[in-house]
């Protein structure tokens, strides 16, 4: 999804001419939408799931909650932030669809007295710098769930502390204590990885 031909820039707000023609279903509309926006919701939601296929599902449901919603949308708004609440929302439901899910395999694991393998999962790196990205990675997935999502939305998708404590529904001083303290725990975690690895 996030490689291909080069994806057009759409301006970061929705015009009413735009958003009429989203909410009418208009393809070409939502094509330009979705190739313009995808490669950030991609991003945002690897970093957060460490986990490319989960990563791509995520972004196709993402676009799907954007196609019902539109209407919601007000015109003249920016539109990363609402992509991003969405977004949010999609993998916190995800996780406890999970959850639930985990929680029935245990049940059965009990029950029957079979064993649950584990499904190891292990990022998939493209980059010229596989290695870095992959030890940042790690290091991300093992912070709480709130700093690793207020870092990412900081410093890889460029948004503001007020954006952010929007999305998270926090003060924006939350917000950027949420971020001080990440980075201060990437520091520690980054050089435990490099001693280790």
Known sequence: MPSGPAQPELPDVVTP????????????????????????????LYRLEGNSEDALDLTQEVFYRAWRSIRTFRPGERVLPWLYQVARNTQIESHRRKQLQRFSLEEAREDVGFEVTSAAR????????????????????????EYR???????????????IAQIQGVAVGTAKSRVFRAKEQLAGLLGDLSDTH
């Open 149 to 163: 999502e207020a870092v990412v939305l900081r410093f890889v998708e460029d948004l503001t502390y007020d954006e």
């Open 17 to 44: 001419v735009l958003h009429a023609r989203l909410v009418a279903g208009d393809e070409a509309a939502w094509l330009e939408f979705v190739q313009a926006y995808e490669g950030r919701m991609y991003g945002y």
């Open 122 to 145: 292990s990022p998939i790196q493209n980059a010229e710098s596989a290695e870095a990205q992959g030890r940042v990675q790690r290091a991300l997935l093992r912070l709480a769930d």
